[in-house]
């Protein structure tokens, strides 16, 4: 059975940084299944950022130049570098498949950005 844990979350001002891991347990194919994905107050999950077939990182428009993706096979966990972060980028940050049968959802870490 897999589980996914996050970590990472907190406050900060706009324009700060942070990073999240999530570690991941159990048997998986590759960290290259796992995405994150971050629900904001009011709206559904959304996802964004993932790795693509070939292992390429991917993220949305909306985050692009400041959001990264990284896998750490040492460690099993999948890392979001957050940078330059806006108020709207506020919410809970979970990591899971980005396709698919997802496996069990997180707990999910908390974001809270500030002017």
């Known amino acids: 059975q897999v589980q996914l844990v996050e970590s990472g979350g907190g406050f900060v001002q706009a324009g700060g940084s942070l990073r999240l891991t999530c570690e991941v347990s159990?048997?998986?194919?590759?960290?290259?299944?796992i995405g994150w994905w971050r629900q904001m107050v009011g709206r559904s999950r959304e996802l964004v950022a993932r790795?693509?077939?070939?292992?390429?990182?991917i993220v949305v428009e909306d985050v692009r130049g400041r959001f990264a993706i990284f896998k750490d096979e040492t460690k099993n966990s999948v890392d979001l570098q957050m940078d330059n972060l806006k108020i709207e980028d506020t919410g809970v940050y979970y990591c899971?498949?980005?396709?698919?049968?997802?496996?069990?959802w997180g707990r999910g870490t908390q974001v809270t950005v500030s002017s």
């Open positions: 899971n498949r980005p396709t698919g049968r997802t496996f069990a």
């Open positions: 159990g048997t998986i194919s590759s960290l290259d299944e």
């Open positions: 790795f693509s077939i070939l292992g390429d990182p």
